[in-house]
């Protein structure tokens, strides 16, 4: 559900400037989720991108750097940064919350 939230608030398309690519587009993390596991559901630790800007490309998240802060603005750098070492106790009520949080953005754009 995360990854369909992303996609929704990108309006399905990839967030690179010029990217025509609409197909098997992918939600990407920012910040690892294995390692920042209080990001790991957070819409503002997603992009929406296309398999060439996500993985396979020379300029992917997955293989550049500079590539991948191109891509985030000042704004979201700052928040990923104070909110990644942040304590998450992973209860139900916490993915119950988290659902009903993602469902409400995707169910917003789609009406």
């Known amino acids: 559900m995360w990854a369909e ?3 929704v608030l990108a309006h399905n398309r990839c967030c690179v400037a010029g990217c025509t690519i609409v197909e098997r587009l992918n939600a990407h993390h920012i910040e690892n989720y294995a390692t920042t596991q209080s990001l790991r559901y957070d819409i503002r630790n997603g992009k929406c991108c296309c398999p060439a800007h996500h993985k396979w490309g ?3 998240f997955h293989k550049s750097i500079c ?3 191109k891509q985030i603005t000042p704004e ?3 928040y990923l940064n104070i909110h990644r070492n942040d304590h ?3 209860t139900v ?3 119950e919350a988290k659902l009903k ?3 409400q953005i995707i169910d917003s754009y789609k009406s």
Request: glycine share 0%; hydrophobic share 40%.
């Open 5 to 7: 939230a992303v996609k």
């Open 58 to 60: 020379k300029d992917s």
């Open 67 to 69: 590539f991948t802060l």
């Open 76 to 78: 979201d750098i700052d």
């Open 88 to 90: 998450v106790d992973f």
């Open 93 to 95: 009520e916490y993915y």
């Open 101 to 103: 949080e993602l469902q």
